[in-house]
């Protein structure tokens, strides 16, 4: 579990970054969660969209996400999620304590 401190710290960090992929009508995919766990791995903190389209919440979007990626929910802001996994191989982002 992230404590306060480094959800901040990444919340600070996913700030500029642009959201590369959305979430639409069709809700969250195996394809699409493949993609965003290989995503994960290569750049630890992620920002996700949710569209208008989407039938289901997005509390719920975050949570499937998340559980199926393995992955900490950082953020859920507006249309946004920004998730965070530490990489295996690729780690760039060093928490603070």
Do not use: W
Not at 22 to 33: A, D, L
């Amino acid at each position: 579990m992230l404590t306060g401190k480094q959800k901040r710290f990444l919340r600070s960090k996913a700030h500029h970054l642009k959201a590369i992929f959305q979430v639409g009508k069709t809700g969250v995919n195996e394809n699409m969660v493949k993609q965003i766990a290989d995503a994960l791995e290569r750049r630890e903190l992620i920002k996700i969209n949710i569209l208008q389209n989407c039938l289901e919440d997005k509390e719920t979007v975050a949570e499937q996400l998340a559980e199926q990626t393995e992955a900490e929910i950082v953020q859920i802001i507006g249309n946004q999620i920004i998730l965070y996994k530490e990489s295996t191989e690729n780690k760039q982002i060093e928490l603070p304590k």
